[in-house]
């Protein structure tokens, strides 16, 4: 199996924050990557930095086995959603439409038909066809959800990150994101950053635990010893509204 991705020695700064500190990462062909770790831990500056909107400070980073520069249109990215702003006045066929376009200025140009008609397909298949024409601050967190995954797929991409993409969802929406980004995986590579560890070992394949280092990497079983690597003493502030955290073996009895 081929690697989708290869992060070496890479080391990320914010003038003088170390936000990413020598990460190696390997992610493999059709992998389904969940990577966890506390609040500012870097995994959204992972995120950036993989999709070359950061540069790191050293270290290299590989696309299939190219640099980043030279793999357009093989990443695509699913935003936190609720950082997304409803307010603008778009409907969901323009949004997903956007996807398709190469820079921004040619949104003012008329819209191919073969365009419209892979928007279409991609609004069928994600279940949001029916909502076409609403205006996305009209959507739910789940409906808009899956207009930016639906955005997101427009350019085919071999690779898919998703930045929290269940954030503020009730559980009959994230079960339902959670499927199709299951579904999805049959033919892409995904990548998550989730702070859902209570599903984590029932839908990725594997685990990334980041705070600046990468801790873990590796099955989707977390263990005592990893968590508190990953998210320092004490322990109890990571289980606290997690009832369903992975705990496997000798580590059950925290
Ligand atoms: N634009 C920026 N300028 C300066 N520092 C930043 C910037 N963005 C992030 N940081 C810092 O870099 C570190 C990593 O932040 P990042 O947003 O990548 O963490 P995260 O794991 O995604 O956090 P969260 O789970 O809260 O979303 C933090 O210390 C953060 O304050």
Redesign the pocket.
């Known amino acids: 199996m081929r690697n989708a991705l290869e992060l070496e020695r890479v080391n990320v700064f914010?003038?003088n924050?170390q936000?990413l500190s020598n990460i190696y990462l390997k992610v493999k062909e059709n992998d389904f990557l969940g990577i966890i770790?506390p609040?500012?831990?870097?995994?959204?500056?992972?995120l950036k930095t993989i999709l070359g909107l950061l540069k790191p400070s050293s270290g290299k980073i590989r696309v299939f086995d190219q640099p980043i520069n030279k793999e357009k249109g093989v990443i695509g990215y699913v935003p936190q959603f609720t950082k997304f702003n409803k307010n603008f006045p778009i409907n969901v066929k323009d949004v997903v439409l956007m996807g398709l376009m190469k820079n921004y200025y040619k949104m003012f140009t008329r819209v191919k038909a073969s365009e419209e008609k892979r928007a279409e397909a991609i609004m069928k298949k994600l279940d949001i066809f029916q909502l076409r024409d609403r205006q996305i601050g009209q959507l739910s967190g789940g409906q808009l959800q899956r207009v930016l995954i639906a955005r997101a797929l427009a350019i085919r991409p071999k690779i898919l990150l998703l930045d929290e993409p269940t954030a503020n969802l009730d559980s009959n929406a994230k079960s339902k994101i959670y499927n199709l980004l299951k579904y999805l995986n049959k033919n892409m590579t995904i990548i998550m950053?989730t702070?859902d560890m209570s599903i984590i070992s029932s839908y990725v394949k594997s685990i990334a635990c980041?705070n600046t280092e990468l801790f873990y990497h590796g099955e989707p079983k977390l263990t005592k010893h990893i968590l508190r690597k990953v998210y320092g003493w004490p322990i109890d502030m990571v289980e606290h509204g997690m009832p369903h955290i992975a705990l496997h073996g000798e580590e059950k009895n925290v």
Do not use: D
Not at 39 to 46: I, Q, W
């Open positions: 914010y003038e924050v936000a770790g609040n500012g831990g870097g995994k959204s500056t992972l950053v702070h980041l």
